[in-house]
Nanobody
Framework: QVQLVESGGGLVQAGGSLRLSCAASGRTFSNTGMAWFRQAPGKERGFVASISWWSGGSTYYADSVKGRFTITGDNAKNTVYLKMNSLKPEDTAVYYC??????????????WGPGTQVTVSS
């Protein structure tokens, strides 16, 4: 049974930083990748960033987080991280870890974590 578990969410002031972690168990994703999505109240779940293990760690970002967020990971440990700097109130959302693709579309992912809340106060 595949499980993804996120950690590291919390409350932070605007301009601050947080680091999210996601550990996967039950199978490896070495021939695909992992990603982070987020969902704010009343909005669709949207792509944040992804990392491709298949292509040696290539990374992809949504325009809204480029230059502020960094996705990294350890393929051997089936773990992915999201370092978030210069946080803004509009970054407030539940952040979800996903695995099995690197696509921008949430429909390309078969595996999801339960989510972790990130709240940025102004």
């Amino acid at each position: 049974q595949v499980q993804l578990v996120e950690s590291g969410g919390g409350l932070v002031q605007a301009g601050g930083s947080l680091r999210l972690s996601c550990a996967a168990s039950g199978r490896t994703f070495s021939n695909t990748g992992m990603a982070w999505f987020r969902q704010a109240p009343g909005k669709e779940r949207g792509f944040v960033a992804s990392i491709s293990w298949w292509s040696g760690g290539s990374t992809y970002y949504a325009d809204s987080v480029k230059g502020r967020f960094t996705i990294t990971g350890d393929n051997a440990k089936n773990t992915v991280y999201l370092k978030m700097n210069s946080l803004k109130p509009e970054d407030t959302a539940v952040y979800y870890c996903a695995a099995g693709s690197i696509a921008y579309s949430k429909f390309q992912y078969d595996y999801w974590g339960p989510g972790t809340q990130v709240t940025v106060s102004s």
